[in-house]
């Protein structure tokens, strides 16, 4: 669903050598991390430095193939509700209560946000040293 939908608006890149396996790769492994921390399989905090990690690189990525913020910035929402639908659908399917539903908000929400905060930073970072060197080239 996430990948689906950001297809469509994949016209804002540049034209670089990143094939569509390469960009569900790089999401299904930040969706990953939050069925592990759902899971439990690492500690809270293995879970938060792997996002950050992952959050800096591909804000990187990203600055690389040119992608804006607020482009960017787009993918939380599509990010968010994939997310949130899949776990619906698990709380229907085991009748889970409704004290759980609010420790995956504990456990999603401040992982969503930090990645988000830590990808924009990364991506301005880029993005102005990108701009920096195109200003030195044609001054």
């Known amino acids: 669903m996430v990948h689906t939908h950001r297809l469509a608006n994949l016209k804002e890149i540049k034209d670089v050598n990143v ?3 390469e960009i569900i790769e790089l999401r ?5 991390y939050f069925g592990q921390a759902l899971m439990a399989k690492n500690d809270q905090k293995t879970i938060f430095n792997q996002i950050v990690k992952w959050a800096k690189e591909s804000g990187e990525f990203a600055s690389n193939l040119g ?14 509700k994939f997310i949130w ?16 539903i609010f ?12 990645a988000v905060y830590v990808f924009s930073l990364t991506l301005c ?7 920096t060197k195109s200003k030195e080239c044609f001054p």
């Not at 299904?28 to 990953?32: L, N, Q, R």
């Not at 992608?67 to 968010?80: K, Q």
């Not at 639908?85 to 759980?100: F, G, Q």
């Open 28 to 32: 299904a492994t930040f969706i990953s």
């Open 85 to 100: 639908e899949v776990l619906k659908e698990e709380i229907r399917n085991h009748n889970i209560p409704t004290d759980t």
């Open 125 to 131: 970072k880029y993005s102005s040293r990108n701009t």
């Open 67 to 80: 992608i804006s913020l607020s482009g960017a910035l787009e993918n939380t929402t599509y990010y968010r």
């Open 103 to 114: 420790e995956l908000i504990t456990i999603i929400d401040p992982l969503l946000d930090k």
């Open 19 to 21: 094939t569509e396996e």
